[in-house]
């Protein structure tokens, strides 16, 4: 097998030729490796050919459904970055590729047939779908042959096999990520499940989905599983009776892992139509988008579904095509463009279909990925003599970086305690990084920033159900207080710059905050509605004292727009000093300062109790409130400051501040006003 391809300078010569060996000797060299056996796999005649090409095999499947688009425009990606690195350019790799096509019962079948006669073929790429996989593992294992960057849907494919080498990330990280979400960013109190029964894609899925959710403290509000035919289709009885019984729980999203077969769609159909689950969040795995989408459009346009922008949301295994944040997408736009104009390719029209069709553009992304990982595999051609040698190449500890996605690690069977210090032992999953996104007007993807969510590569099958600690938050955006919005922007742009740089990674902390919009005078009402209808932990930010009632939610650090007394609540954590806490600092530093009395105006609903409070703290520290002028809160406050001393001002207001200054500016002049001491400005 030839397996030294086209890289400028280099060649994989496995004789080395002695400069001034006799003629005798080099004939007699020369007899005896004519006489030698080819070793198995090998076409060794052709090695010392540094133009000589890679040559991989693509056999696709042949399908009859919406799958073949899903694998076509998959194949198009790979075949745009294989055609890329087909340049001239220096350190380019060249490949040929043999193209198959055979159907599901004659794949293994058709495999075998070419790699009897193929016997120079180095990897396999790009198989598409669970079931192709899973009957050519025989074959693989028989040829020392590597299934490269599959696609795949299931868990059932996954797991440690050295014939097998997954780019994308597994369907495990895909349900962690959307359990992350619906729980973090869409906050439901009502999560559902749905998968189907009997078949190898789902079960485990939903097993681990509830070990997670019992882990937060959680548990879904229902399960719609139902047993299907070979035809896709569920019993209808079956289907009625468990339906049923999982709308009466009114879920407000649904996770869904079934396989994209009628009983999905029906299942999607119906949480569009029926009246308790119709405003329901759709969230699946990419794999059962294509199936989503199109039952969701088929509802709107003939059944006369509302549409609602955002209601169905999709992982990702690779970011969209049009999601130019990501050099990685600019060089994947490029190299489409190129294969789609200069190919000679027939299937698309339209050079900017990746951009123009967000589902088949995410998918050629997806395929481009694939023949990018190839290329970097196929970088270094040191010590690979035959596909075995390929293959124990893969699991060298490989890593590779595309721009800015990172796919593996990869490695092999280890020895001692290389794990525990760090390498990567029986791992062939890939992909570490979950995307996601929403569709809205025109069913076209939107990217969802917060839903990205990485995995450590050390957890290589994302095995893990460790639930690192979540806060879900709501900071409530007074829209009728100008000093409240004030208030509000500056907190979250200190939010904003502590969680800088904080990564989307499983295992770290998360804090959310959630922003609905109230009133001062509705705010109560507001936060209950948000805790029976979203999970709240906590709130932050402007609150009122009504809100402050609320004793189910803890509130951090709460802000009020007038002076208020702390009434020592279990639900009310300040980290803030306290107004008690202010005044008792001011009464020290009077003290120090050689001030024995002062005087005070304070405004608001509690002024009298905040006046005895700030007259004790005088008296601890031997001085006394001389006077104190109490308001309620329209009243003006300028007009009742003295004219001499020094005074406290507690419930001071924006309106207040010009008429402040131009007080005391008067009376400075007069030399009679030291000092205002301001607590407590709303």
């Not at 299934?147 to 369907?171: D, E, I, K, L, M």
């Not at 399960?223 to 019993?235: M, Q, R, Y």
């Not at 579904?305 to 295994?317: S, W």
Request: aromatic share 8%; net charge negative.
């Amino acid at each position: 097998m030839a397996v030294c391809w086209r890289r400028r300078g280099c060649s994989a010569h496995f004789v080395s030729w002695p400069s001034a060996a006799s003629q005798c000797l080099l004939l007699l060299v020369v007899l005896l490796l004519l006489l030698l056996p080819l070793p198995p796999h090998s076409a060794a005649a052709q090695d010392a050919d540094p133009d000589t090409p890679v040559k991989i095999l693509m056999l696709k499947p042949s399908f009859s459904t919406k799958a073949d688009s899903m694998s076509t425009a998959f194949y198009a990606g790979v075949h745009a970055s294989l055609m890329a690195h087909n340049s001239t350019a220096e350190d380019d790799v060249r490949v040929e590729v043999v193209e198959r096509e055979a159907k599901l019962d004659n794949y293994a079948t058709v495999l075998e047939e070419v790699m009897q006669k193929e016997k120079d073929i180095l990897v396999l790429l790009a198989q598409f779908d669970d079931a192709y996989v899973m009957v050519a593992l025989s074959v693989l294992s028989r040829h020392d042959l590597v299934s490269f960057a599959p696609f795949t849907r299931s868990s059932a494919v996954r797991g440690w096999n050295p014939h097998v080498y997954f780019v994308r990330p597994s369907p495990k990280a895909e349900l962690l990520a959307l359990l992350r979400y619906a729980v973090t960013q869409l906050r439901v109190l009502r999560l559902g499940f749905m998968y189907l029964q009997g078949d190898f894609y789902g079960r485990t899925e939903y097993e681990m989905a509830q070990d997670v959710m019992s882990k937060m403290g959680y548990k879904f509000c229902d399960v719609f599983a139902v047993k299907t035919a070979s035809s896709g289709e569920a019993d209808p009885n079956e289907f009625d009776d468990v339906w049923e019984r999982f709308a009466a729980t009114q879920p407000q999203a649904v996770i869904m892992f079934g396989l994209p077969l009628a009983a999905t769609g029906e299942f999607v159909t119906r949480m569009l139509k029926d009246d308790r689950t119709a405003g329901a969040y759709l969230l699946a795995s990419v794999g059962l988008q294509p199936t989503v989408l199109d039952t969701w459009r088929a509802a709107v346009a003939d059944d006369g579904v509302k549409f609602v922008p955002g209601q169905v949301i999709t992982t990702g295994t690779n970011p969209l095509a049009n999601d130019e944040w990501y050099n990685a997408v600019g060089r994947f736009q490029g190299a489409m463009r190129d294969y789609l104009e200069n190919s000679g390719q027939g299937v698309y029209n339209d050079t900017e279909h990746f951009l123009n069709n967000d589902g088949d553009g995410e998918l050629m992304v997806d395929g481009w990925v694939a023949g990018e990982v190839l290329a970097q595999a196929l970088s270094d051609c040191k010590g690979v003599r035959d596909r075995k040698s390929f293959m124990e190449s893969l699991f060298s500890q490989r890593r590779y970086v595309i721009d800015e996605l990172v796919i593996g690690d990869y490695g092999g069977e280890c020895e001692g305690a290389a794990e525990a210090r760090g390498a990567a032992c029986r791992c062939n999953q890939g992909g570490t990084a979950v995307y996601m996104k929403r569709f809205v007007e025109g069913y076209r993807a939107e990217a969802i920033a917060e839903g990205l969510m990485t995995f450590y590569p050390s957890d290589c099958n994302a095995t893990s159900t460790h639930v690192p600690p979540v806060l879900i938050g709501v900071e409530f955006l007074m829209n009728d207080s100008a000093v409240a919005q004030r208030a509000f922007d500056e907190l979250n742009n200190g939010f904003v710059v502590a969680i800088t740089g904080h990564k989307s990674s499983w295992d770290e902390a998360e804090i959310i905050v959630a922003s609905p919009p109230s009133t001062l005078a509705d705010a109560r009402d507001a936060l209950q509605s948000e805790m029976q209808s979203r999970r709240v932990h906590g709130v932050v930010g402007v609150v009122t004292e009504a809100m402050l009632g609320v004793g189910s939610v803890a509130f951090i650090d709460p802000l009020q727009l007038e002076p208020r007394l702390n009434r020592f609540r279990r639900h009310v954590i300040h980290l803030s000093p306290t107004l008690e806490q202010q005044f008792f600092v001011l009464a020290e530093y009077l003290r120090d300062t050689g001030v024995r009395a002062a005087h005070a105006v304070v405004r608001g609903e509690e002024a009298a109790a905040v006046a005895e409070v700030l007259r004790r703290s005088l008296v601890t520290f031997g001085g006394s409130l001389r006077s104190a002028t109490l308001l309620a809160g329209g009243d003006a406050l300028a007009e009742h400051l003295p004219e001499a001393g020094d005074v406290f001002v507690a419930g001071l207001a924006a309106g207040d501040v010009a008429a402040v200054a131009r007080h005391v500016a008067l009376h400075e002049r007069r030399a009679r006003v030291r000092r205002v001491l301001r607590v407590c400005a709303a």
